[in-house]
């Protein structure tokens, strides 16, 4: 049992001991003779048709109250992507974007300020109007009023004049009865001593 640990291990270690395959061997760093390949940059994210979906979403479940008619999209510059190599040249591609975009901006915003002129200049004449159409109406209202309340005036010096002559037809009626009636009573008294007169004159032929 001895011999054959031994055998072991010492195949062991002459495996380890033992030169590595072609594959094992190859190292991942490169040698300073050979160039490092050039950096390829991606510019894909500054073109305006690529968006994400979640900014799409976003985009789409928000309203826009104001619709603006330009469309930001950055110019296209004259050189080529393909030729942007060096750090001056992805400076100068990045400046001539910047621009575009301020140039965009500022010609929406100026969209933007006339629209909003436009539509505060409807509201200015829509309540111009509505102020005319109620200033008309309560003209109306008040010529209307200052017709019932002359109405209501006439009506009540008629109303006056017809009581002050009914009370003095019946003043009068009243002065005119009260006089028939004395002159009733006088007739009456009269009837009375002529009555009198007649029995004490029968009366006294009687007797005599």
Same mark, same amino acid.
């Given at each position: ?7 072991? &291990?010492? *195949?062991?270690?002459?495996? =380890?001991? $033992?030169? /590595?395959?072609?594959?094992?061997? +190859?190292?991942?760093?490169? %040698? ?25 979403? &976003?985009? *789409?479940?928000?309203?826009? =109250?104001? $619709?603006? /008619?330009?469309?930001?999209?950055? +110019?296209?510059?004259?050189? %080529? ?25 500022? &010609? ?47 009506? &009540? ?52």
């Amino acid at each position: 049992m001895k011999k054959t640990s031994r055998s072991t &291990r010492k *195949s062991s270690a002459m495996d =380890f001991l $033992s030169t /590595p395959p072609a594959t094992a061997a +190859a190292s991942p760093v490169q %040698s300073m003779s050979e160039s490092p390949k050039p950096f390829e940059f991606n510019f894909k994210k500054f073109k305006a048709g690529t968006v994400s979906p979640t900014s799409a979403k &976003r985009r *789409s479940g928000k309203k826009s =109250f104001i $619709s603006s /008619p330009v469309q930001l999209k950055p +110019a296209d510059s004259p050189a %080529s992507v393909k030729n942007l190599k060096t750090i001056a040249d992805l400076k100068d591609f990045a400046s001539s974007q910047l621009d575009s975009v301020k140039g965009q901006i500022e &010609r929406s915003h100026v969209e933007i300020l006339k629209d909003l002129e436009a539509s505060q200049s409807r509201l200015q004449k829509r309540l111009k109007i509505q102020t005319q159409g109620c200033q008309q109406v309560a003209d109306e209202a008040e010529r209307e009023y200052k017709k019932i309340s002359e109405r209501i005036t006439e009506g &009540r010096e008629a109303m006056k004049g017809s009581y002050s002559t009914f009370m003095a037809e019946l003043q009068a009626s009243g002065a005119r009865c009260k006089h028939n009636f004395r002159l009733t009573r006088l007739e009456i008294g009269r009837l009375n001593l002529k009555g009198d007169l007649r029995q004490f004159a029968a009366y006294n032929f009687i007797f005599s």
